[in-house]
């Protein structure tokens, strides 16, 4: 059922299409509804091609959620929904899988974790336009630690806020994201015959887990400036963040990102933190 919610602005189902809004895009979408039903994908035997595609679009649905839990202290900046353009550039991971027979390719981004380096949480701030000095960083496999420079940031000399705000704080997140198996099994095998029953059903089962379930167990870690008023600037921070937990094989990418956000003093001792303005982005993976 379609709802006007002004003149010209409809929320819901009308007729064959969906009307429907989207963080980050401006109006309102509309899309026509169709194809196959649920059941009929799930068994019919010409689609078992969407059956697989199904499949790995669920490996790197998984993989993007590993991403975003490193950048949870971030999302709140976030102006758009990052979940479809991180998928896009995951597809080019998993199609590096070789062995892998279509519908059970792993997502491994260590094997080319630069893809997601640079990924920016905002379309129409840049974290780079914001800040405009480079941030120096080390991080280390080994000790699984991260050290970050950020340069004293001074007012309309290399800080340059869009946001009428008052305050502004820096975040810094760091954290791992394992390698993703179909089933969590880096021995199997994936070959499965097209003309076998199990094809008709197996896909639609398919779940991607890292190699070891000791991955699920290791926190990320966060560093939170002061706030600082945006007329003054901050000093140079020098911090370094160490997991408390080493994951327990090499079937993983660090990931280490950075972002700036924004204020309102709602007293003279509290800040509030304003929702979806900000800048942020991937700034290392390792």
Known sequence: MAKLNGPHELDGSLGGLSYYKMRGVDGVVVREKGGPSKEKIKTHPNLHLVRRSNAEFGGRSTAGKWIRKVLDAQLPMADYNIS?????????????????????????????????????????????????IPVDYAISRETGSARVQIPALLPAINLFTPHNYAMFQLVVAWGMVPDLYPDGRKDQSYNISHDTATDQTFFDKIRYFPSQQGYDKIPNEVFKSDWYPITKGSPAIDTELTLRVLPPDTDFTLVLSIGICYGIMEAADYVRQAPYVGSAKILAVG
Do not use: H, Y
């Open 84 to 132: 479809g353009p991180l998928a896009a550039l995951l597809k080019a991971v998993q199609v590096l899988d070789t062995k892998g027979n279509l519908g059970k390719r792993c997502v491994r981004l260590s094997v080319n974790p630069v893809i997601i380096k640079g990924f920016p949480l905002n379309r129409k701030n840049f974290f780079d336009s914001v800040v405009r």
